[in-house]
């Protein structure tokens, strides 16, 4: 019996539809469109599929958009410099530096000079510390989407075991924080590449959320039968297999045992991108004054 597809592509275009609705009337109301500085260094080929993603459907959400590229070969200073200059200009509100970064930059310093009030990823510790204390300034962008979709598929998680698999600055552990959350209220296991008898400890969750960055890695025998799986993998997979994108979960095998399923792509992706519309409004909500913070 196939599992129900959950759909996050429909879920993104409600999401985003009501985004584009609150920036009507944000324009309207201040006269201020809100704008997103996405900030890109080097020529990673995944990177640039991502950032194009953004900006399109900023433009769709009346979002306004810029790119900063700089070369893969930019200094640490350099980056720095430019997010400075982002972070001083009153027209850019939310500001994005896309991941990974070329190896000579150290991302924790680069995210970390971010102002906290324009961190539309919420990676900022002041941002991470707010999120942890149940009291988010912006919600995450790949963890939110993912509730989102949950919550679309009407799949509970008050009653329910949660089992995340992947413990990364970006997803897991906020992901672990979201499912905690008052409101949420799930039980939540995090586990990942160290974990012991990790099938067993996937098998006990109601909700499976895969977040490894490994291919197919999870399989039929992880999933507890009725089981809600969300992929969150986006792996490119070398032409010997065919190329294209693969998530983290063996999709065919799964689909037979888990009780819903998202699709890669189609799933969580999309939700990344709308979230982060929402965020970049909030953000500009917060820099405009007489807005509520
Ligand atoms: N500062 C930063 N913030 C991020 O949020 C961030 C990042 N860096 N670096 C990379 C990851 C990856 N990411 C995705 C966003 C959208 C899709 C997306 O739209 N995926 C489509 C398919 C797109 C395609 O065709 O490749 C889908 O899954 O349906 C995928 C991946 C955000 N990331
Ligand atoms: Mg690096």
């Given at each position: 019996m196939p599992a129900r597809?959950?759909?996050g592509k429909q879920t993104a275009a409600a999401y985003r539809e009501r985004v584009k609705a609150d920036v009507a009337a944000f324009t309207q109301k201040t006269g201020v469109t809100p704008h997103?500085?996405?900030v890109?260094?080097?020529?990673?080929p995944a990177s640039a599929v991502y950032v194009r993603n953004k900006q399109?459907?900023?433009?769709?959400?009346g979002i306004g958009s810029s790119l900063h590229a700089l070369p893969e070969s930019a200094s640490q200073a350099d980056l720095l410099a430019l997010v400075q200059d982002l972070n001083a200009d009153p027209a850019v509100h939310g500001i994005l530096v896309q991941l990974p970064l070329p190896g000579q930059i150290d991302e924790r310093a680069v995210l970390d000079a971010v102002a906290p009030l324009k961190d539309v990823d919420c990676f900022h510790p002041e941002n991470v510390g707010l999120l942890s204390q149940g009291r988010p300034r912006f919600a995450p962008c790949t963890p939110a989407g993912v509730m989102e979709l949950l919550a679309a598929a009407e799949v509970p998680t008050a009653s329910a075991?949660?089992?995340?698999?992947?413990?990364?600055?970006?997803?897991?552990k906020p992901m672990a924080m979201l499912l905690l959350a008052r409101g949420?209220?799930?039980t939540v296991t995090v586990c990942h590449s160290r974990t012991a008898d990790l099938a067993a400890v996937c098998r006990e969750a109601d909700v499976l959320i895969a977040a490894i960055g490994r291919a197919k890695f999870l399989t039929a025998d992880m999933v507890k039968p009725g089981a809600a799986?969300?992929?969150?993998?986006?792996?490119?997979?070398?032409d010997s297999e065919g190329g294209g994108l693969a998530g983290d979960v063996d999709y065919d095998a799964v689909n037979e045992v888990a009780g819903a399923l998202t699709p890669v792509p189609g799933g969580v992706g999309p939700m990344t991108v709308a979230v982060l519309l929402r965020n970049t409004l909030t953000a500009a909500e917060l820099q405009t004054a007489g807005e509520p913070g």
């Open positions: 597809l959950i759909d997103l500085a996405a890109v260094v080097g020529e990673n399109r459907a900023c433009e769709q959400a075991r949660a089992v995340v698999l992947g413990r990364s600055e970006i997803v897991g949420a209220d799930a799986v969300i992929d969150v993998g986006i792996n490119r997979l070398p």
